[in-house]
């Protein structure tokens, strides 16, 4: 059996298990698509087939591609990976951090000891979180009304960190910061930046963040899989109008 019959063997068991509803898998060298299929449902809520042109909701994929463009502008020298990165957007070079809640409820914010550099944010290691997985940051959502970083709105980047800068790996807001620094730095939105300079340059034309009419008819939803094992469609439809990428 050869290597392509293995994986459409493999990607077949478990499409048809219902241990994934559908996949789209790909292999290539830099030369050449060496192997693809597409197997499943694009959704276990309807009877559409996967297909090899499916699009997908890649969630914190984005984060590499970020990373990508920022690492472009560090070879080209117009950005430091250990500059603060104060200089660039004044407001990571006076970041605060949350340390607790006074007897009220009320947040307690500290100036941060410590500078936040773009190897910082690339690597999380800058001090933000997610309010997903920090339960203190949740904590400060619920009590301030601040939105989430999901939800594309500016204000949202006014989040405190968690910790000091350099002190510790948590996973976070770190990247969305990366991308305005893109930004800052180019001239240019993050969307129209990495079209330019890695979308289009890779023939991934299908990648971006806002969804054209023909990729819309294409797209799936996640599942998300329940206490049962089962698993249920769950639609993310992405801000159509964001206030940054």
Do not use: C
């Not at 899989?225 to 089962?230: L, Q, Y």
């Amino acid at each position: 059996m050869t290597l392509a019959q293995n994986a459409d063997r493999l990607l077949t068991e478990a499409t048809e298990s219902r241990a994934i509803p559908g996949v789209v898998a790909m292999a290539t060298t830099a030369d050449e698509t060496i192997y693809q299929g597409a197997f499943g449902k694009a959704s276990l809520a309807g009877d559409a087939g996967m297909e090899l042109d499916t699009v997908f909701h890649i969630a914190s994929m984005t984060k590499a591609l970020t990373g990508a463009a920022a690492m472009q502008l560090v070879e080209q020298g117009r950005v430091g990976l250990d500059q603060p990165a104060g200089e660039i957007i004044g407001q990571l070079g006076s970041p605060l951090v949350l340390d607790g809640f006074d007897a009220t409820g009320a947040p307690k914010l500290r100036p941060a000891r410590g500078t936040i550099t773009l190897r910082n944010l690339l690597t999380h290691t800058a001090g933000y979180a997610y309010d997903v997985w920090n339960p203190e940051l949740a904590r400060f959502y619920k009590v301030t009304g601040l939105p989430a970083a999901r939800t594309g709105r500016l204000e949202a980047l006014k989040a405190p960190i968690a910790t000091d800068p350099g002190t510790r790996w948590e996973y976070g807001i770190n990247i969305d910061w990366i991308g305005r620094i893109v930004e800052a730095v180019s001239g240019e939105n993050l969307d129209d930046h990495l079209r330019a300079h890695v979308f289009d340059p890779l023939g991934m034309h299908d990648s971006g963040f806002l969804l054209r009419p023909d990729q819309d008819a294409r797209r799936v939803p996640t599942h998300m899989r329940g206490a049962d094992g089962g698993l249920t469609p769950q639609p993310i439809d992405p801000p159509r109008g964001p206030e940054f990428f």
